[in-house]
């Protein structure tokens, strides 16, 4: 049965952000709502890492975010948050006055995602919402 893991409801946790603002923690990832975000401090890169409660087998990802320019996406199936391997690498356009959201479709199976937001358009980027459709796999 396919599901969200982009949620905190689902398990999913942010084990590490590279930078925080108490006003926009990075756990408003996971909350569902493109209204609340994790913000960035300014330098680059920045990244952050989701680690499911299971092994999934990703169908799909959607990142909403704003001022993001370039980006990189990498797996681990390991049981820490290590050994990581890229998936895939993107640019994203510019959007002045509404999200941006970039989806990506793989097939691949993660316990823990790195996003790792190389540059941006501007000094502050924001991440509102991480959507993970796919399946718990069994080891």
């Given at each position: 049965m396919k599901r969200d893991f982009g949620l905190m409801v689902a398990g999913t946790q942010v084990v590490l952000a590279a930078s925080g603002d108490e006003k926009h923690p990075p756990e408003n990832?996971?909350?569902?709502?493109?209204?609340?975000?994790?913000?960035?401090?300014?330098?680059?890169?920045q990244e952050f890492i989701l680690s499911f409660a299971n092994?999934?087998?990703?169908?799909?990802?959607?990142?909403?975010?704003?001022?993001?320019r370039s980006l990189g996406i990498e797996r681990s199936i390991a049981g820490?948050?290590?050994?990581?391997?890229?998936?895939?690498?993107?640019?994203?356009?510019?959007?002045?006055?509404?999200?941006?959201?970039?989806e990506f479709t793989d097939g691949?199976?993660?316990?823990?995602?790195?996003?790792v937001i190389k540059s941006g358009f501007d000094h502050f980027v924001s991440v509102?919402?991480?959507t993970v459709e796919g399946a718990e796999e069994d080891a």
């Open positions: 990832i996971l909350d569902g709502n493109t209204e609340t975000f994790w913000i960035t401090t300014g330098m680059f890169p092994l999934i087998k990703i169908s799909s990802m959607k990142i909403h975010c704003y001022n993001v820490e948050p290590v050994d990581f391997e890229p998936m895939t690498n993107t640019e994203l356009e510019r959007s002045e006055e509404q999200l941006q959201v970039e691949t199976r993660a316990t823990h995602l790195r996003f509102h919402k991480v």
